[in-house]
């Protein structure tokens, strides 16, 4: 175990130092993220493509874990059967990402390009077997990774938010299952680098490059395992992984809908916006996040070995948590500010 805790810290100090990298190569080229008027706190230009100093990170902690210690190395190869499918599918999530951090991709296109990676992906072997069947597997599988993506990217609105979902998320991984715990330290790690310049308040921001990977990442951590569950407990395994991001998107989509709007189109009415709105801080917002993430994961992980019951009664009151949560951020309306005339 002391092995595994120095490849953390060496990893962390990679997503440190590759994520203080890009920050300064952005605000040298003038890659940055103009002032949002959804998001309260985005005032000033702020560095963009956080996410490639993740990837970063993650690329220079496998160089060194290579080369020094090659154990875990071929520890961390041997517990991922389609690591290649990973490899491919992280850097194409992340390029597509980086695509529209630069060019700002319209909804359909943005949303026809995940759709070619996840498929790809599943093709390579990410792919759940909880149905017995292979095309229904198929589907369902390119979905979840559609829709895991998508949720962590709708959860980004909050500064260090999402990076401390992740790392909080693949550190349980981690510690309670100790077959993927290499490949869950390697990006709760780079993810923990990252955010010592993501926090409040940030100095860059991940991106779309930086949630469309880790979604994948987090998505294909739930299908893998899945593998090893029957249908009921495979279902609520993944769900549970992936809980904040998706009641996200399930809460404001509902929003969205009930007002007559796109589900796709930006407006104020993220938990996180809303938590704002009731007067807690970014910071109070990034802990208790972490923690609902903390909890909840770490039931998801000994759910295998739960009593019946027990696998019954936790799910049903987590969902009747959220709903609870989703009740009180309804009291915290955020509007979006209006638009100023120009002469």
């Not at 951090?101 to 093709?123: H, N, R, T």
Request: aromatic share 14%; net charge positive; hydrophobic share 55%.
């Amino acid at each position: 175990m002391t092995q595994q805790i120095l490849f953390y810290f060496i990893v962390l100090v990679c997503g440190f130092i590759a994520t203080f990298g890009i920050r300064t190569l952005a605000m040298k080229l003038g890659i940055v993220n103009k002032p949002n008027p959804i998001i309260p706190q985005h005032v000033k230009p702020v560095a963009y493509l956080g996410g490639i100093g993740i990837f970063g990170g993650i690329a220079i902690g496998l160089t060194i874990c290579y080369f020094f210690q090659n154990q875990l190395f071929h520890e961390l190869i041997n517990s991922l059967k389609p690591y290649l499918a990973l490899a491919i599918g992280a850097t194409a999530f992340l390029i597509w990402g980086v695509v529209d951090d630069l060019m700002a991709l319209e909804a359909f296109p943005k949303f026809m390009g995940q759709v070619v990676i996840s498929i790809a992906c599943v093709l390579l072997g990410i792919k759940t077997n909880m149905f017995d069947n292979y095309f229904i597997d198929f589907l369902f599988s390119s979905f979840w990774i559609l829709f895991v993506v998508n949720a962590l990217n709708f959860t980004d609105v909050c500064d260090g938010l999402v990076g401390s979902i992740c790392c909080i998320t693949f550190l349980i991984v981690g510690i309670l299952l100790p077959d993927i715990r290499i490949f869950a330290f390697l990006i709760s790690a780079s993810t923990f680098g990252f955010l010592f310049f993501n926090s409040p308040r940030a100095s860059i921001f991940m991106g779309d490059a930086g949630s469309h990977m880790l979604g994948f990442l987090l998505a294909s951590t739930g299908i893998i395992k899945s593998q090893n569950f029957y249908f009921l407990d495979a279902a609520v395994w993944m769900v549970l992984l992936a809980s904040l991001p998706v009641f996200e998107l399930i809460f404001i989509t509902t929003i969205r809908v009930r007002r007559g709007m796109p589900w796709w189109k930006g407006s104020p009415d993220h938990f996180s916006l809303r938590l704002q709105k009731g007067e807690f801080t970014r910071w109070q917002i990034d802990i208790l996040s972490a923690m609902i993430s903390a909890v909840v994961v770490g039931i998801a992980c000994e759910l295998n070995s739960l009593d019946l019951w027990l696998k019954i009664s936790l799910p049903v009151i987590i969902v009747a948590a959220y709903l609870l949560f989703a009740k009180i951020l309804m009291r915290w309306e955020v509007k979006r500010p209006e638009k100023k005339e120009t002469a």
